[in-house]
């Protein structure tokens, strides 16, 4: 390693150790494995710096190329628990790191051959980057995950291709070259790339650190579904047509007051997991507040919408609450209305579809009532019995 590279390399990957190690605080867990594999690479190419003599011992040379083996299974490790799916190709990827230290122990103690150690060392970390960018490709929406898939894609290429080079580089009798002008842009190239890889992988994950807040803003806790504030801005991103369900959970104090707090929340929860399970593509869902839900299907018309309501109320009704504590049946109320000619605002269509819901209260709950403009009427599915605007509702 020409002297330059001998303190450049495992001094900027100490500091990106340093760097994700920090980050990994904020309880993402690539970021550890980042730094996991930026740590072994630092400490492999760290070991030109030590004695002479630990340098030229067979061993040193195994533990090297065992450091970089950890090094890009760390890399590797990173990137599946980035993109969600960090239990995949691991036997894959073990086996490629058992045979490649099997092989570099026979190059170094069996053949003493140096082009084999190189070639097997190299190319190996290239290919545990294969099964990664294998599962990469499913999970390129972002840009900045295609950045760090093409450049990932470029490291493996580079690495591997290094090893094929130098490896006929030796066999052609010529290792002087790594001393030469041309080993010294080639190893520049690596070291570059090294960086630009450890950068795009920090913006990825800042990136998703940012969208995390961002997410959780807008997101209730307990239902999973959006809250109020992330229900508003979902509803200013869709054109003003469509339905509006208002949902309310029947007696619910009664459930806090004889089972808890605590089971309240799980059939909360539990309501959540039937709505978001129920929703069609495009429809947006909130928790709006206490044990109240609101749906909005875009471009649904009110039989639509009726028919989803009612699908969650049966499903929500047949529900069985005993593992939470809850050992009565449960069941809700829903409000039905769909966006009218003159409506001014997403607020006309809410107030109707609410009014319809403290009529389906009034009428004895768990059930359904539709706001009909045209008859003015609210209808009640379940018992085909049409329930008269009162003047109070009206509107």
């Known amino acids: 390693m020409d002297s330059p590279f001998a303190f450049l390399l495992p001094a900027y990957m100490a500091i990106f150790t340093i760097v994700f190690g920090l980050v990994w605080r904020w309880y993402r867990r690539s970021a550890f494995w980042w730094a996991f594999g930026f740590l072994w690479g630092a400490i492999g190419f760290a070991m030109p710096l030590l004695p002479q003599s630990v340098q030229n011992d067979p061993l040193g040379y195994l533990a090297a190329d065992g450091c970089f083996v950890l090094s890009f299974l760390g890399y590797s490790q990173g990137l599946l628990h980035h993109i969600g799916k960090p239990h995949r190709h691991r036997i894959v990827r073990l086996a490629i790191a058992t045979a490649t230290m099997a092989v570099c122990g026979y190059a170094i103690y069996g053949a003493e051959s140096t082009p084999l150690q190189y070639v097997t060392s190299d190319v190996s970390c290239g290919l545990l980057l294969l099964p990664v960018l294998i599962a990469m490709r ?83 806790p307990l239902s999973g579904l959006l809250n109020r504030r992330g229900f508003e801005q979902a509803l200013a991103a869709v054109p003003p047509q469509g339905c509006m369900i208002i ?59 009726t028919r989803l309501a009612t699908s969650i109320r049966q499903h929500f009704a047949a529900a069985d609450w005993r593992e939470i504590g809850v050992a009565t049946p449960l069941t809700a109320s829903f409000g039905v209305a769909a966006i009218e000619a003159g409506d001014r605002a997403f607020q006309d269509l809410t107030a109707r579809a609410d009014a319809a819901l403290y009529a389906a209260k009034d009428a004895g709950r768990n059930r359904i009532v539709t706001h009909e403009p045209q008859t003015g009427v609210r209808f009640m599915p379940e018992t085909g019995f049409p329930l008269l605007l009162r003047a109070a509702a009206a509107g």
């Open 247 to 305: 949902g309310d959970i029947d007696h619910f104090k009664r459930v806090n007051d004889r089972f808890g707090h605590l089971a309240g929340d799980g059939v909360i929860a539990g309501l959540g997991a039937i709505i978001a399970t129920a929703l069609p593509p495009g429809g947006s869902a909130a928790r709006t507040g206490g044990e109240e839900f609101a749906i909005f299907l875009p471009d649904a018309s009110a039989a639509e919408g």
């Open 138 to 220: 499913r999970h390129l929406t972002l840009r900045i995950d295609r950045v760090l898939f093409a450049i990932t894609a470029l490291v493996a290429l580079e690495t591997a291709g290094r090893g094929v080079f130098v490896t006929l580089v030796l066999l052609a009798g010529h290792p002087e070259y790594l001393r030469t002008i041309y080993g010294f842009e080639m190893q520049s190239v690596a070291a570059i790339l090294g960086m630009v890889w450890g950068l795009a992988a920090l913006a990825a994950i800042l990136l998703d650190v940012v969208a995390g807040y961002a997410r959780d803003a807008i997101t209730d």
